[in-house]
């Protein structure tokens, strides 16, 4: 199985940026992405990216602030996230190969790195 470890993470102010990592330790097969959750609250989809149709996707909530972008030579998923906001605090999640119905189960995940942003 694929194992994932998230770097990136840091208590930074609101409007400044951070960039997730999530390195891969054997190769996923369809897919990587991010997820999120903050205390007391559902987990929630970032953005995904699909290797054999090359596409990548940023849920709406996110677009325009957050990239995803995959380094295939490093084996490396990241997570490029601008203009910060206090509600974007929560711990991220890096996940490989996951199923979807009928909710997000299986596939790899990561330990999580924290991302906690002041106003």
């Known amino acids: 199985q694929v194992q994932l470890v998230e770097s990136g993470g840091g208590s930074v102010a609101a409007g400044e940026s951070l960039k997730l990592s999530c390195k891969a330790i054997?190769?996923?097969?369809?897919?990587m992405g991010w997820f999120r959750q903050a205390p007391g609250k559902e987990r929630e989809g970032v953005a995904r990216i699909w290797f054999a149709l090359d596409k990548t996707h940023v849920e709406d909530p996110f677009k325009g602030r957050f990239t995803i972008s995959h380094d295939k030579a490093e084996n490396t998923l990241y997570l490029q996230m601008n203009n910060l906001k206090p509600e974007d605090s929560a711990m991220y999640y890096c996940a490989a190969d996951w199923m979807e119905l009928p909710k997000v189960h299986g596939g790899s995940w990561g330990p999580g790195t924290q991302v906690s942003v002041f106003s």
């Open positions: 054997g190769f996923p097969r369809y897919s």
